[in-house]
T-cell receptor
Framework: GAGVSQSPSNKVTEKGKDVELRCDPISGHTALYWYRQSLGQGLEFLIYFQGNSAPDKSGLPSDRFSAERTGGSVSTLTIQRTQQEDSAVYLC?????????????FGDGTRLSIL | QKEVEQNSGPLSVPEGAIASLNCTYSDRVSQSFFWYRQYSGKSPELIMSIYSNGDKEDGRFTAQLNKASQYVSLLIRDSQPSDSATYLCAARFGAGSYQLTFGKGTKLSVIP
């Protein structure tokens, strides 16, 4: 696709429910990143994929958070037993390859609200 | 703790003036630096990247990097009201790291 595509754009759910957020990177981009942005906070790194493997999961805040990537393309971020502090905008980015100088291009994000 | 610090602003400049946005970072082995622009409710959009000491110009934008002082800046010449946004500074720390560490952003308002 022309850009990074994320769905849903908005998600409202009750505390304790599981949610799945989807990211479709730019075609041909092998590196994929998840970040989240909370109100008043900067972007916070969650996890990085190169192909289907995740060499850096250091940003996942708890074991309720997991992510996978299949076919070197689409990625899903899953949050189990959601808590109110999980409310944030979840942003996905992709870059052309595993090269730290390659710029990361962001999708429009999923705004997650936990009631 | 690897950190990127920015003045949160708001920074207000008149239309046509030069806007100067500043960023400091904590780790001397930082490799790459990026400036993103984020309009309210929108995703970050890449403006500039810089990897070497000195200046890098692209249209009305100039990024400046001083690794000795651990300082990176973004100058916007001939500022326009459409430049009003939050500007995020990001750094990649370390050769084996691919994640970006972001500052909290500086809100810029260009007054017509």
């Amino acid at each position: 696709g022309a850009g990074v595509s994320q769905s849903p754009s908005n998600k409202v759910t009750e505390k304790g429910k599981d949610v799945e957020l989807r990211c479709d990177p730019i075609s041909g981009h092998t590196a994929l990143y998840w970040y989240r942005q909370s109100l008043g906070q900067g972007l916070e790194f969650l996890i990085y994929f190169q192909g289907n493997s995740a060499p850096d999961k250091s940003g996942l805040p708890s074991d309720r958070f997991s992510a996978e990537r299949t076919g070197g393309s689409v990625s899903t971020l899953t949050i189990q037993r959601t808590q109110q502090e999980d409310s944030a905008v979840y942003l996905c980015a992709s870059s052309r390859r595993r090269d730290g100088n390659q710029p990361q291009h962001f999708g429009d994000g999923t705004r997650l609200s936990i009631l | 703790q690897k950190e990127v610090e920015q003045n949160s602003g708001p920074l207000s400049v008149p239309e046509g003036a030069i806007a100067s946005l500043n960023c400091t970072y904590s780790d001397r082995v930082s490799q790459s630096f990026f400036w993103y622009r984020q309009y309210s409710g929108k995703s970050p959009e890449l403006i500039m990247s810089i990897y070497s000491n000195g200046d890098k110009e692209d249209g009305r934008f100039t990024a400046q990097l001083n690794k000795a002082s651990q300082y990176v800046s973004l100058l916007i010449r001939d500022s326009q009201p459409s430049d009003s946004a939050t500007y995020l500074c990001a750094a990649r720390f370390g050769a084996g790291s691919y994640q970006l560490t972001f500052g909290k952003g500086t809100k810029l308002s260009v007054i017509p």
